[in-house]
């Protein structure tokens, strides 16, 4: 058995069922509609030393198809806000080619793995090809005699040029996006008082600072509408950060252990246990860890115990922020912890999400970003402010940064 799998903005099974047909006219097509789940299967029987030969095509599609991944409501928006993780985490030779990627990926509102039975024939390739073609998709795959631009997983794209394999290798110079138009027009509820005046804030600070501006980004949610983790959340998390940035630094494992039964802490998200419990840290994974620290400084600010969080040029002091939740006991720093109001976490979260969109629409067009920010800088206050936030409910490790 071959197999791989289709992505596609676009909600055509029916055409995907008559390239079936015309390109193999001499197979049995079975079709099954389930509405939102669909499956196809092509039969071609073999002759008296043939084999016979099986095309199968599974589909399902989302529960509110968009052209961008705002919610998890169903198993296919699952999916794919773990592989928009699975592509972030990957090391990148082209930064423009994956960062519009990701916006298609984000767009994709049906996936059909598409399995042959035994191998992808000429005859089942030429469907294939056609699909992707006519559906404007891409592929996801195992290396194989179709599938041999990488000796890894990976994406392709309409031509089954690889997009972007396990090691990070692109052999395409561009990638068109392109979105059904239908969707800008989905009618979204007012946005109160509040928001708008909240956006034209956070617009009027990236302009004074040189930060280019889009005016077309939505509001942040609204006080009344917003929920915020709980105090207990916060502090728990903030251990949790502060443990992996200084375990990233090579502090000594007795020493995490010691420090970890002290301050009572038990609130490591899954991928922050792997990192704890790793004799040794590759140098991803130490970088991974070594950002945290700027992840504890915004919880640190949430908490009350940093006065503000400063203009996003430079890292945070580190000294100063380890020595602010280390030094004291637990019951000492729980004791003058305190939650900021909700107006100045949302303040926040609105500037700091459009200093991002700033930041990846200069990596997308090969630009410096303005206002000499640093962009990693605001990728971790914009993730850490979302799971303050409660975006889309996600927990720590699923925390999506869309802008």
């Known amino acids: ?161 690889l997009i972007i394999d396990a090691a990070g290798n692109s052999h395409v110079q561009n990638i068109e996006v392109n979105v059904d138009s239908k969707y800008y027009d989905q009618t979204q509820a007012p946005y109160s008082e509040e928001q708008l005046k909240r956006k034209e804030k956070s617009e009027a600070y990236l302009s004074q600072n040189g930060i280019k501006v889009n005016k077309n980004l939505p509001c942040v949610s609204s006080s009344e509408t917003v929920e915020l983790r709980t105090l207990k959340e916060v502090i728990d998390r903030a251990y949790s950060l502060l443990i992996i940035a200084v375990k990233g630094e090579g502090i000594e494992q007795e020493y995490l252990i010691k420090t970890v039964e002290a301050k009572n802490i038990d609130s490591f998200s899954q991928k922050e246990n792997q990192v704890y419990h790793s004799v040794s840290l590759d140098d991803q994974t130490r970088a991974y860890a070594t950002w945290r620290y700027e992840s504890l400084y915004t919880m640190l600010w949430a908490l009350g115990k940093i006065a503000e969080l400063k203009y996003p040029s430079e890292i945070c002091d580190v000294q100063t922020i380890v020595s602010t939740i280390f030094e004291p006991s637990r019951s000492a720093f729980e004791a003058t912890a305190q939650l900021r109001n909700t107006s100045e976490i949302l303040d926040e979260l609105d500037k700091t999400y459009r200093m991002n969109w700033a930041c990846v629409d200069a990596r997308i067009n090969g630009q410096n970003v303005g206002g000499n920010i640093n962009p990693s800088v605001v990728y971790e206050r914009h993730y850490s402010l979302n799971w303050l936030t409660k975006y889309e409910n996600q927990e720590w490790d699923d925390v999506q940064t869309h802008t």
């Open 1 to 161: 058995m071959e197999n791989c799998t289709i992505y596609s903005h676009h909600l055509e099974f029916e055409k995907v069922l008559q390239i079936v047909k015309s390109n193999l006219p001499n197979a049995r097509v079975e079709y099954n509609d389930g509405g939102m789940q669909k499956t196809m299967v092509a039969t071609i029987k073999g002759g008296f030393f043939g084999k016979t030969k099986v095309l199968k095509i599974n589909y399902r599609e989302r529960k509110n198809p968009s052209y961008k991944l705002e919610e998890i409501n169903c198993g296919l928006t699952q999916n794919l806000a773990g592989m928009v993780n699975f592509i972030q985490s990957l090391p990148s030779q082209n930064d423009a080619v994956t960062n519009k990627f990701l916006y298609k990926v984000m767009a994709a509102n049906c996936e059909m793995p598409f399995i042959a039975e035994p191998e992808i024939t000429p005859a089942f390739e030429s469907v294939l090809r056609k699909v992707v073609m006519e559906l404007d998709g891409f592929i996801f795959a195992q290396p194989n005699k179709v599938f041999n631009k990488s000796t890894v997983q990976h994406f392709t794209d309409q031509k089954l040029d």
